[in-house]
């Protein structure tokens, strides 16, 4: 059985749309994660999430935005995409217990590309 | 705010030799750090995990040592194999926010 999965795994669309990627966890993780890796293969945080708050990286524009319907899930909706929006999506979980050191596991990531 | 860099960027050894990959992380405030494996197209894969009170991890071939005072890691792969290569990344989970800040990769070639 897959510990993160994401779907889908490629998404080609044309600038302007809105579209959303969806990532589920049956590892039991209370924090749920998204990393865009750009052209060079740099991975950055964008957002993580748990049942207590959600901490946005400041960098990331407001037309993304993470929606979770539940502990297992945590959902990446991308409004008005631009081509520089165009990058490999992970979805990532990890066990945040009280010393906050849980090892983290990845999707396969999404491949976005904007037209 | 936390910095994370990979020396080298490419590494092509061949089969058979014992090889160091090298992180270094500016803040050593950290909570652990994480070496990854990343095959192309593919996602991350967890190969170790070291916490802030350890100095090393190993797991078959692999050792990851960490120096948190100097702000280092390495990760330390004997006899190498063609099936790893691949890009090797490392991570530190450190600030408020407790976020895992990446360097950006050593592509390692395995050569049969």
């Not at chain 1, 993580?48 to 899930?73: G, Q, W």
């Not at chain 2, 960027?9 to 950290?30: K, M, Q």
């Amino acid at each position: 059985d897959t510990a993160v999965s994401q779907t889908p795994k490629y998404l080609v669309t044309q600038m302007g749309n809105d579209k959303s990627i969806k990532c589920e966890q049956n590892l039991g993780h209370d924090t749920m994660y998204w990393y865009k890796q750009d052209s060079k293969k740099f991975l950055k945080i964008m957002f993580s999430y748990n049942n207590k708050e959600l901490i946005i990286n400041e960098t990331v524009p407001n037309r993304f935005s993470p929606k979770s319907p539940d502990k297992a899930h945590l959902n990446l909706h991308i409004n008005s995409l631009e081509l520089g929006d165009s990058a490999v999506y992970f979805c990532a979980s990890s066990e945040q217990d009280r010393a906050n050191t849980g090892e983290l596991f990845f999707g396969e990531g999404s491949r976005l590309t904007v037209l | 705010k936390q910095e994370v860099t990979q020396i080298p960027a490419a590494l092509s050894v061949p089969e058979g030799e014992n090889l160091v990959l090298n992180c270094s992380f500016t803040d050593s405030a950290i909570y652990n750090l994480q070496w990854f494996r990343q095959d192309p197209g593919k996602g991350l894969t967890s190969l170790l995990l070291i916490q802030s009170s350890q100095r090393e991890q190993t797991s078959g071939r692999l050792n990851a040592s960490l120096d948190k005072s100097s702000g280092r890691s390495t990760l330390y792969i004997a006899a190498s194999q063609p099936g790893d290569s691949a890009t090797y990344l490392c991570a530190v989970l450190s600030g408020s926010a407790r976020q895992l800040t990446f360097g950006s990769g050593t592509q390692l070639t395995v050569l049969p």
